[in-house]
């Protein structure tokens, strides 16, 4: 799914992966939370006004459902040091102890993906 670089966007990728999930016969609620997050840092620091984003959901040969955002910018995210008092930053910490493993990866135009693999758990 490709969306415009816009916080509005992040509910339709929330919605696309629920949708795929659903269609999969998983639960959908640690993929929702982890695109909401890749999104929403793929939207807020790895593109500027007018691009867009890639949110791309799909399975290894394993099974193990995966979830991507693309953006534009060639800076790979970090999980930081909380700070408690601050009102952002958290996100990449809470995505780390949802799945099962996270990184990115460079892509050959420019930019950057980032992915998770998400437990699958069959409802």
Not at 77 to 90: F, K, L, M, T, W
């Amino acid at each position: 799914m490709v969306v415009k670089a816009d916080l509005g966007a992040v509910r339709e990728a929330r919605e696309f992966v629920g949708l795929v999930f659903g269609a999969w016969g998983l639960e959908d609620y640690v993929a929702r939370t982890v695109i909401s997050e890749l999104a929403t840092n793929a939207i807020t620091h790895g593109s500027r006004e007018g691009d867009l984003v890639v949110v791309r959901v799909y399975r290894r040969e394993d099974g193990v459902p995966v979830v991507e955002a693309w953006d534009r910018s060639e800076v790979v995210p970090v999980v930081g040091v909380v700070d408690y008092a601050a009102e952002s930053g958290r996100g990449l910490l809470l995505m780390e102890a949802l799945v099962r493993r996270w990184g990115t990866r460079p892509l050959s135009e420019g930019g950057k993906v980032v992915w998770a693999e998400i437990e699958p758990v069959y409802v």
